[in-house]
């Protein structure tokens, strides 16, 4: 497997703490601020998101490009594609 270097994200959304399907929401909500190329870290501890947030990176035509783990909080790094939402 190839280690993906991601720099210092554009934004951080922390989501620890709410459940299904409040991150999700929060994460198409935060999106749109961000521009093209942009990359958006995800904190959340919701096991769904695991499923749901690389699913809603292939619906919205949105880039997954990483995801980590520490203790129990689950880091995603999503990268904004222009004109998607």
């Not at 601020?33 to 096991?47: K, R, T, V, Y």
Request: aromatic share 6%; with cysteine; glycine share 6%.
């Amino acid at each position: 497997m190839v280690k993906i270097e991601i720099g210092k994200p554009d934004i951080v959304l922390d989501t620890v703490g709410k459940v299904c399907p409040q991150p999700l929401i929060a994460v198409s909500l935060k999106i749109k601020q961000l521009l093209d190329g942009q990359i958006m870290e995800i904190l959340a501890d919701d096991p769904a998101v695991l499923r749901d947030i690389p699913a809603w990176c292939k619906n919205s035509g949105n880039r997954f490009l990483k995801l980590t783990r520490e203790e129990d909080i689950f880091r995603f790094y999503v990268q904004k594609v222009d004109g998607h939402h």
